[in-house]
């Protein structure tokens, strides 16, 4: 019954920047942590981003810096800021969230935004 659906990818230039959104419907008690990850042609889905309830973050080597993640509980949405951007980070953007139905905790994923940085 919970859906997570993400916006915000598309055809950006290397140093340009793209705003991700990622919001969650359906019954649910509550989110835990969400998440932002990508898979790139070739290569394995990598974790890019994660922000606790409170909004503590973590971010991946090739992220920090550039990217930042965060949150509106309100809103039940999870946010990627992605500024300097390059050739190499050209994936599908995906994200997941940990939700707590009732019944225990199940992790549910988005169905990824393509987002592609020209050179």
């Known amino acids: 019954q919970v859906q997570l659906v993400e916006s915000g990818g598309g055809l950006v230039r290397a140093g340009g920047s793209l705003r991700l959104s990622c919001a969650a419907s359906?019954?649910?008690?509550?989110?835990?942590?969400m998440d932002w990850y990508r898979q790139a042609p070739g290569k394995q889905r990598e974790l890019v981003a994660t922000?606790?309830?409170?909004?503590?973050?973590a971010y991946a080597n090739s992220a920090k810096g550039r990217f930042t993640i965060s949150r509106d509980n309100a809103k039940n949405t999870v946010y990627l800021q992605m500024n300097s951007l390059n050739p190499e980070d050209t994936a599908v953007y995906y994200c997941?969230?940990?939700?707590?139905?009732?019944?225990?905790?199940?992790?549910?994923w988005g169905q990824g935004t393509q987002v592609t940085v020209s050179s």
């Open positions: 997941a969230a940990e939700i707590y139905s009732g019944s225990g905790y199940t992790n549910y």
């Open positions: 359906g019954s649910m008690f509550s989110i835990n942590a």
């Open positions: 922000i606790t309830r409170g909004g503590s973050a």
